[in-house]
């Protein structure tokens, strides 16, 4: 839990953790819990104001308490979408998007800054993995939403309400931090936000997805399949050589037995890989009987990568295939098309700008 500077960064402990920390600074155990409710308040050490100034100052010497800020906000003219860079404190960026819906606020957060896995359609991956984010930096991008989300509203302040884990990098390649950090969502006196309103979106890897089922978290799966065989999804996904379709549906099935949750499949339409309505066909007998969900992504075009959107039209019947067979779709919301609202875009564009 150190970070590049070698302070200890608060966040990412539980209240008892830091309650220990506390004490091991000569402090009294009660400014454990004080602290940590102003850490899951979105508040830095200059903020705590039952705290004497002196212990502030003292404590700001060792410890961050906020370890992700905004460095860069677009706010979609078209929907109110809102694409954050957040900033780390080693120079690091990582991407957020925020979206109002109906039933609250929702956050997509990343795990990692870059992305090992490779997928051909997503931008995130171009540099490879830099670095895993902490459990601490994950809060804190939630924390840094709702700094945002309450400027001017100080009486009722909105605050997330849902997070998905579908930024960039792949969260369960992050599994200890992931894990942890999902576990600090719901410590008492903390941001308590319900692990019920949280979705993690695998790419499938295969022995995680049974070390997560294991973990009892009502956490929703969304699964990244994009194909309905191995043979289209190698061609998008290097994953795919590593664990079949076959073997991700088995740990598909396991999870649902283990949490008793459907898991979500996204599939991101692009024209001529797997679009057409064959391929609609056979996605719909791959997920024959299984409690499910298809999202359909109509794709973000990916400019360093030679990969074409599709027609409305093909979206259209590629819905009416799957609806046909019984097998539960959605089109996603497309957010934010003005803001390079797809995963990892933002930073790209932030580096590619910087770095001409
Ligand atoms: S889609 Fe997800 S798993 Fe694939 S490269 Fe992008 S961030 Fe990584």
């Not at 850490?39 to 903020?47: L, W």
């Not at 994009?226 to 795919?240: C, F, G, L, Q, W």
């Amino acid at each position: 839990m150190e970070n590049a500077a070698n302070k200890t960064e608060l966040a990412g402990m539980t209240r008892e953790e830091l309650t220990g920390w506390i004490i091991a600074q000569g402090l009294p155990s009660f400014r454990g819990r004080q602290i940590f409710e102003w850490i899951h308040r979105g508040v830095d050490f200059d903020g705590m104001t039952n705290l004497p100034a002196a212990m502030r100052e003292k404590l700001k010497e060792t410890a961050v308490a906020q370890s992700v800020e905004i460095r860069l906000q677009r706010i979609s003219a078209l929907d109110g979408t809102v694409k954050f860079l957040f900033a780390l404190r080693d120079g690091n960026c990582v991407e957020g998007v925020l979206m109002h819906y109906k039933y609250g606020v929702s956050l997509c957060i990343s795990t990692q800054v870059g992305c090992r896995m490779g997928c051909r359609f997503c931008a995130s991956t171009l540099e490879g993995l830099v670095r895993n984010l902490t459990a601490g930096e994950m809060l804190g991008e939630i924390l840094a939403a709702n700094r945002y989300l309450s400027q001017g509203k100080e009486q009722k302040p909105e605050k997330v309400s849902h997070v998905v884990l579908m930024g960039s990098g792949e969260p369960l390649d992050n599994y200890d931090e992931v894990v942890r950090f999902l576990h600090l969502l719901r410590e008492e006196e903390g941001i308590r936000i319900s692990l019920r309103n949280v979705s993690l979106s695998t790419c499938g890897i295969v022995p995680r997805m049974y070390d997560f089922a294991r973990e009892n978290l009502p956490v929703t799966l969304c699964v990244s399949l994009h194909a309905p065989n191995d043979e289209i999804r190698r061609k998008t996904m290097p994953v795919a050589n590593r664990w079949s379709i076959r073997e991700i549906m088995e740990a598909c099935r396991n999870y649902i037995r283990e949490t008793g949750r459907r898991v979500i499949f996204e599939y991101a339409l692009s024209e001529g890989v797997n679009a057409g309505e064959k391929d609609a066909a056979e996605l719909a007998e791959l997920l024959r009987g299984m409690q499910c969900h298809v999202n359909l992504i109509p794709l973000n075009v990916v400019r360093e990568r030679n990969l074409k959107g599709v027609s409305e039209e093909t979206v259209r019947e590629f819905m009416q295939t799957l609806e046909e067979k019984h097998i539960s779709v959605t089109r996603r919301r497309e957010m934010g098309d003005d803001i390079e609202g797809a995963c990892g875009q933002l930073r790209r564009k932030t580096i590619r700008e910087n770095n001409p």
